[in-house]
């Protein structure tokens, strides 16, 4: 049998990465590894849903007030475990924690990372097999290294992001992650159990016929996004820059999309969500970073996502993200 080592797993494609970084110390490597390891985890979980009993609602409430499924706890539970073993993170925050989590220990302190994480982003969808996944954002802690990080790391500017990315549990399982150097997705191979990749920098196509909003709202929302929609609606069939309406409910699903054949997500503030819905800190953010690194734009329909100043780590905004000749559009209408 021939094998193909132009394919690289995730880790070898960072060490190849560090060859070109002179003082790199490895360290975001490790946490990037250890990341891929927890998604692997859940993978197996994601893949079980149905034969075993690990679907439906546990009967708790997050902190946002939402019901948290039996996966959401478990996917929360398996990464901050991981986090925690592989010492090159000193904290977290989740959107199914009611405040952030320091890993108050030796090695962990030293680290001079922590992480911001949606451990399961589309839990409407669980029960319904669509494609669900993981969002998260990688930060350099402000605290001193050598004692315990505080709540002012992960209040950081989404300009201030090292890393962010993503795995999306579909037909494949794949792992995206945005440094400044780039954005390249990683497919799970099953029978080495590894992310090799797939996607070598990714870059999203200028412009794009796919929006993505959740048309049921339109009466909710303000005339500036009514009319982007409507002028996507009334471009006809024969038109070959026609827009498709395509939406699943799984921000990461929409976003893959988005980011892989072009098009725009739209996640507008409504009557009865006036400050938006999607969380800023572990949503927003690191969504809008990889989209940035690969040639879009993201807003909050006014302001770049990223030059906001969190308040709250659980802040939520409205959120505007695709192809640049697409958002270009919609911030001039």
Do not use: W
Not at 60 to 84: I, P
Not at 185 to 191: A, E, Q, V
Not at 267 to 295: Q, S, W
């Amino acid at each position: 049998m021939m094998i193909n080592r132009n394919i690289l797993t995730l880790e070898e494609f960072r060490k190849q990465e560090l060859r070109f970084l002179s003082h790199a110390t490895g360290e975001l490597s490790n946490l990037l590894r250890d990341i891929a390891l927890a998604a692997k985890r859940v993978n197996v979980e994601v893949n079980k849903a149905g034969l075993e009993d690990i679907l439906g609602d546990t009967g708790k409430t997050n902190v946002q007030g939402e019901g948290v499924q039996r996966l959401d706890e478990y996917a929360n539970a398996e990464f901050m475990a991981v986090l925690r073993r592989g010492i090159s993170c000193a904290g977290i925050a989740s959107e199914e924690l009611d405040d952030f989590i320091c890993f108050d220990e030796e090695l962990c302190n030293q680290s001079k990372y922590v992480v911001v994480l949606d451990p399961l982003d589309g839990s409407s969808n669980i029960d319904v097999n669509i494609s669900i996944g993981t969002i998260f954002g990688i930060y350099r802690r402000k605290s001193q290294k050598g004692i315990p990080c505080s709540k002012e790391d992960f209040l950081q500017k989404g300009e201030n992001l090292v890393a962010a990315g993503y795995i999306i549990y579909g037909s494949s399982t794949m792992l995206v992650y945005a440094t400044r150097r780039g954005v390249n997705g990683f497919t799970l191979d099953p029978s080495i159990g590894e992310f090799t990749i797939s996607h070598p920098d990714i870059k999203c196509p200028k412009n794009g016929n796919v929006y993505s909003v959740n048309q049921g709202n339109y009466y909710n929302y303000d005339h500036g996004v009514k009319k982007f929609i409507d002028s996507c609606q009334k471009k006809s069939g024969s038109d070959s820059s026609a827009c498709s309406l395509r939406y699943t409910g799984t921000m990461v699903a929409d976003m893959h999309r988005t980011l892989l054949k072009g098009g725009i997500f739209l996640y507008p503030a409504t009557a009865d969500h006036t400050k938006g819905k999607l969380r800023l800190v572990y949503e927003c953010n690191p969504f809008a970073f990889i989209l940035e690194m690969a040639g879009g734009k993201a807003t909050e329909g006014e302001n770049n996502i990223l030059c906001i100043q969190p308040e709250s780590l659980h802040q939520r905004t409205p959120f505007f993200a695709g192809s640049y000749q697409m958002m270009k559009s919609f911030l001039s209408d």
